[in-house]
């Protein structure tokens, strides 16, 4: 007896973001999360590990292995290993249910101020990497659709996407963005402003993965009402040796000022080339802060305090780009509003 079986495509929403990559399943939500990053021996060129496993390997490789992030900026930096990650991910969520799985439809989010050959890259990679369509969509405007923002309607809404390697930042209406600004400045300059901050204070040097633990657990954009303390171990600049500190919430918050600095004085550009209608929206509808830097103690009220708008945090901020990858793919409406590349 023959047995036919049906041809199934796996659809496929992807946020390739310079510190995580999330991939949303069509009919199954978001399915994987993990930090972008690729282990790789130098000599062999051979993939040791991917995404977690890749993560605990930074700063403790021996010379002969290099845990390297594929994206820089929002942007592919190394095309090898970035294809080779993107085809890890995509094996690792392909459905077993299916004997025969036709290569997915894929929508990917891009920073929206990349150039065309930059897109050019994405798309090539992602078709190296196994897709069968690719469409390409702008990080504020699939932030916004993910948040539940109704980016269709005739009124201001304005979306600030605080990532590891890029702020997108756009106010959209009638289903197009109307203004938009995309900063090199997010969560890995805040990373880098504290690690300067305690070389310049306490002479300690300290790796990317402690900068990123003490803004996780003790940074912020806010006074807090309870301020708090870590105690933080690195290298002593001045004897070699191990040294350990600790260190308060205030001076974290002293070390961001800078780089939050540059993203509230784009928004506050923003909000000064707004149309005057969409201003009159913006002040009654307030502004959605998604991605990773939205978990930013007091960044709310920090931006409030300096714009005078109502300040949201999106639900669940971190997979809200690739939610709204998702819903492109779950509704055609979406699907079939932006161009195949």
Known sequence: MIKFFRFFSQDLGIDLGTANTCVYVRGKGVVLMEPSIVAVNRE???????????????????SNIVAMKPMKDGVIADFEACEKMLRYFIDKVKSAKHRFVLPPRMVISVPSGITNVERRAVQETALKAGARVVKLVEEPMAAAIGVGLPVEEPYGNFILD?????????????GG?????????????????????????YNLLIGEKTAE??????????????????????RDLVEGLPKTVRIRSEEIREALQDTLSVIINAVRDILEETPPELSGDLIERGLVIAGGGALLRGIDKLINQETKLPVFIADDPLTAVVRGTGKMLEEEKYFKQFPEE
């Open 44 to 62: 062999s060129k051979e993939v040791l590990a991917v995404g977690k496993e890749a993560k605990k390997m930074v700063g403790k490789t021996p």
């Open 162 to 174: 605080i990532g590891g390697g890029t702020t997108e930042m756009a106010v959209i209406s009638l």
């Open 177 to 201: 963005i109307v203004l938009t600004k995309s900063l090199r400045v997010a969560g890995n300059e805040m990373d880098e402003a504290i690690i300067d901050y305690l070389k310049k204070k």
């Open 213 to 234: 633990e003490i803004k996780i657990n003790i940074g912020s954009a806010y006074p807090l009402e309870e301020e708090l303390t870590m105690e933080v171990s690195g």
